[in-house]
């Protein structure tokens, strides 16, 4: 692309650096939005599974997948919610681009915690209703459909495709 003489060249919009982390925080927290909804309704219910009458009679390995999801879910919770309380913290401190930054990689951070959560959940909820042999195989497909969704699927997008198609 070629200098459009304003000091932005290569860039699709002509913004300043302040403008543009204004328009990544927004984009951003739109995005947060959507994630901390799911995460918070996840880990509500997960709360609440070891009041049930069902939950003293699972085994070892079930308590322990129930506490290995519980922490996963309580973590990936603090990560999403983590970017407004970042936000708050810092606002008028003339450090927007260095928020959406770190704001950015707190929400990644979530969002690996939130698969993890999930397939830990998938797994809990299907050893106890099926105890199939074959549960592991459908977390996996499980696990295997969101990295294709939240990461393949943009990566392949941002790599093969981000130039104008």
Not at 27 to 38: K, N
Not at 41 to 63: E, K, M
Not at 119 to 137: E, F, I, K, M, W
């Amino acid at each position: 692309m070629a200098d459009t003489g304003d000091g932005h060249e290569g860039r699709g919009r002509h913004e300043t650096e302040d403008e543009r982390a204004d328009r990544m925080w927004s984009e951003l927290i739109q995005e947060v939005r959507v994630a901390q909804t799911g995460v918070q309704i996840l880990f509500g219910f997960l709360l609440t599974v070891a009041f049930t009458p069902h939950y003293q009679r699972l085994g070892v390995v079930d308590h322990t997948i129930y506490i290995v999801t519980v922490v996963l879910g309580a973590t990936a919770t603090g990560a999403l919610i983590g970017p407004v309380s970042f936000h708050r913290i810092v606002a008028g401190r003339r450090i927007k681009p260095q928020s959406v930054r770190w704001a950015s990689r707190l929400t990644f951070a979530g969002l690996v915690l939130l698969l993890a959560t999930m397939a830990s959940a998938v797994l809990l909820v299907l050893r106890v209703a099926t105890h199939g042999a074959y549960v592991p195989y459908v977390v996996a497909g499980v696990a295997v459909w969101y990295l294709a969704c939240w990461y393949g699927l943009p990566l392949w997008a941002r790599t093969g495709h981000a130039k104008g198609d």
